[in-house]
C-alpha cells in the first residue's frame, strides 16, 4: 500500500482543481461565441448581410473545430496519464511517415514551403508508429502555425552514430521562442502570451503531448530557438532485433 501524506493529499486535489478550473475556461470561451453568434443569426437574420451570416457561420464553425481539437487532445492526455495505452513497437522508415504528415500539413497552410532532407542509409527507428506520427504532425504543425505566410519548414533527418539514434530536425523561420519561455512550453495549457500566438488557435497542450509520447517511446526532445526561428529536434533508438522482440515480450 501506497502511504500518501496530507499535505501530497492536498496538493494533488489542488492540482486537480486548477485543472478543472483551466479546462473549464478552455470550453466556455468557444461555446460562448457559438451561443452568441447563433444567437444573433437566429434574431437577426433578416436585417444581417450575406456576407455577414456567412462570416458568424465561419466563427461558429471554427470555434466548433477549437472545441473538438481540445476535447481530443484531453482524452489523448487522459489516456497517456492512465498507463491503459498499448504502444505497438515496429521497425518504422522515418522518411516515409515525414512525407506523409507534410502532405496532410500542406493541405492546411498553403503559402509555406516545406523542405526534406534524408541523410542516405538511414536506419529504421522502433517506435509506435501512429504515436511517431502524432509527434511529427504537432512539431510540423507548429512549426507552420507560429511562422510567417511564405516562409519555409526544413525537416532533417540523420543519423546520430554515437548515441544509436535517428534524428529529425524541424526547422521554421517564426518568431522565436526566449530562453525564458522554453522551460514553459511543455507544460500542460502552456501558451507564450505574445501578439502572435493570441491571433493563433490552441491550447497549450500539444507540445506537452508530444513531450510525454517521445519520453514514454524512450526518446528525446529538444529546442534550440532565436529570433530567426526555432528547431525541434526528436531522436529515437535504431531499431535492431533484439530490442524488438524484447519490446513484443513486454507488451
Ligand atoms: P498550442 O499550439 O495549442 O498553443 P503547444 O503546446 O503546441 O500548444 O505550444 C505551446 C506554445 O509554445 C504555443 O502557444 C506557442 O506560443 C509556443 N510554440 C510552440 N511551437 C512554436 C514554434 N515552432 N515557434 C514559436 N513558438 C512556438
Given at each position: 500500500?501506497?502511504?500518501?501524506?496530507?499535505?501530497?493529499?492536498n496538493?494533488?486535489?489542488?492540482?486537480?482543481?486548477?485543472?478543472?478550473?483551466?479546462?473549464?475556461?478552455?470550453?466556455?470561451?468557444?461555446?460562448?461565441?457559438?451561443?452568441?453568434?447563433?444567437?444573433?443569426?437566429?434574431?437577426?437574420?433578416?436585417?444581417?448581410s450575406?456576407?455577414?451570416?456567412?462570416?458568424?457561420?465561419?466563427?461558429?464553425?471554427?470555434?466548433?473545430?477549437?472545441?473538438?481539437k481540445?476535447?481530443?487532445?484531453?482524452?489523448?492526455?487522459?489516456?497517456?496519464?492512465?498507463?491503459?495505452?498499448?504502444?505497438?513497437?515496429?521497425?518504422?522508415?522515418?522518411?516515409?511517415?515525414?512525407?506523409?504528415?507534410?502532405?496532410?500539413?500542406?493541405?492546411?497552410?498553403?503559402?509555406h514551403?516545406?523542405?526534406?532532407?534524408?541523410?542516405?542509409?538511414?536506419?529504421?527507428i522502433?517506435?509506435?508508429?501512429?504515436?511517431?506520427?502524432?509527434?511529427?504532425?504537432?512539431?510540423?504543425?507548429?512549426?507552420?502555425?507560429?511562422?510567417f505566410?511564405?516562409?519555409?519548414?526544413y525537416?532533417?533527418?540523420?543519423?546520430?552514430?554515437?548515441?544509436?539514434?535517428?534524428?529529425?530536425?524541424?526547422?521554421?523561420?517564426?518568431?522565436?521562442?526566449?530562453e525564458?519561455?522554453?522551460?514553459?512550453?511543455?507544460?500542460k495549457?502552456?501558451?507564450?502570451?505574445?501578439?502572435?500566438?493570441?491571433?493563433?488557435?490552441?491550447?497549450?497542450?500539444?507540445?506537452?503531448?508530444?513531450?510525454?509520447?517521445?519520453?514514454?517511446?524512450?526518446?528525446?526532445?529538444?529546442?534550440?530557438?532565436?529570433?530567426?526561428?526555432?528547431?525541434?529536434?526528436?531522436?529515437?533508438?535504431?531499431?535492431?532485433?533484439?530490442?524488438?522482440?524484447?519490446?513484443?515480450?513486454?507488451?
Amino acid at each position: 500500500m501506497v502511504d500518501i501524506s496530507e499535505d501530497k493529499l492536498n496538493e494533488l486535489e489542488q492540482a486537480h482543481l486548477d485543472f478543472i478550473s483551466t479546462v473549464s475556461h478552455e470550453i466556455r470561451t468557444p461555446l460562448t461565441s457559438i451561443r452568441g453568434f447563433a444567437d444573433t443569426l437566429l434574431m437577426s437574420y433578416d436585417k444581417l448581410s450575406e456576407e455577414q451570416r456567412e462570416k458568424f457561420l465561419h466563427i461558429i464553425k471554427d470555434q466548433s473545430n477549437r472545441l473538438i481539437k481540445l476535447v481530443e487532445n484531453l482524452l489523448t492526455v487522459s489516456k497517456m496519464q492512465s498507463n491503459k495505452e498499448l504502444l505497438v513497437y515496429k521497425a518504422v522508415d522515418v522518411a516515409s511517415i515525414v512525407e506523409s504528415c507534410i502532405q496532410i500539413i500542406k493541405l492546411q497552410y498553403k503559402t509555406h514551403k516545406y523542405e526534406c532532407n534524408y541523410e542516405k542509409n538511414l536506419p529504421k527507428i522502433l517506435v509506435d508508429a501512429d504515436k511517431f506520427q502524432q509527434i511529427l504532425i504537432n512539431l510540423i504543425d507548429n512549426a507552420s502555425k507560429y511562422s510567417f505566410e511564405n516562409t519555409t519548414v526544413y525537416v532533417d533527418v540523420f543519423q546520430n552514430f554515437k548515441e544509436n539514434t535517428v534524428c529529425i530536425a524541424i526547422k521554421d523561420e517564426g518568431a522565436g521562442i526566449t530562453e525564458e519561455n522554453i522551460e514553459k512550453i511543455f507544460k500542460k495549457f502552456s501558451r507564450i502570451d505574445s501578439p502572435l500566438t493570441r491571433k493563433i488557435q490552441g491550447n497549450g497542450l500539444g507540445l506537452y503531448i508530444t513531450k510525454t509520447l517521445v519520453e514514454k517511446m524512450d526518446g528525446k526532445i529538444s529546442v534550440e530557438s532565436s529570433e530567426k526561428g526555432s528547431i525541434f529536434t526528436v531522436s529515437f533508438k535504431i531499431a535492431n532485433v533484439e530490442d524488438e522482440v524484447l519490446k513484443k515480450i513486454k507488451e
